[in-house]
């Protein structure tokens, strides 16, 4: 997954994103967006978030898969508040069996459902 910084030189990522590519290929914006996501957010793969080899906006544009904004969350993996797991392979009652063999008690699965992007839009 891209995780990108919510701001870009106090302005919002999307908004610096939209604004280079009237001058700039696809291909370069996306190469400025990971340069600023890693000296804002540093290597977040160090923390499991693995980052496609793909770019962020070609991703999204290719298919549909949105980067995220850290609003915060990095924050919480890095002081343990938040722990990254591998995908989940199976529910149990009361656990999870993840890809790796481990089980894992849980309380809640939180799901994003009904989310509709309109980066689309300012990709064309």
């Not at 499991?48 to 898969?65: C, D, H, I, S, V």
């Not at 529910?91 to 309109?118: H, M, R």
Request: hydrophobic share 45%.
């Amino acid at each position: 997954v891209h995780v990108l910084p919510r701001e870009i030189f106090g302005k919002s990522t999307y908004e610096v994103a939209a604004t280079l590519l009237k001058w700039l290929p696809l291909w370069m914006v996306d190469k400025l967006l990971l340069i600023c996501a890693r000296l804002e957010l540093g290597n977040i793969q160090k923390f499991g978030l693995k980052r496609p080899a793909m770019g962020p906006l070609q991703l999204k544009n290719t298919f549909g898969r949105t980067p995220v904004l850290d609003i915060g969350a990095l924050k919480k993996i890095r002081s343990g508040d938040i722990k990254v797991v591998p995908g989940i392979k199976k529910f149990l009652s009361g656990k999870v069996e993840l890809i790796n063999g481990e089980i894992l008690d849980i309380d809640a699965v939180i799901l994003a459902t009904g989310y509709k992007s309109n980066v689309p839009s300012w990709l064309k």
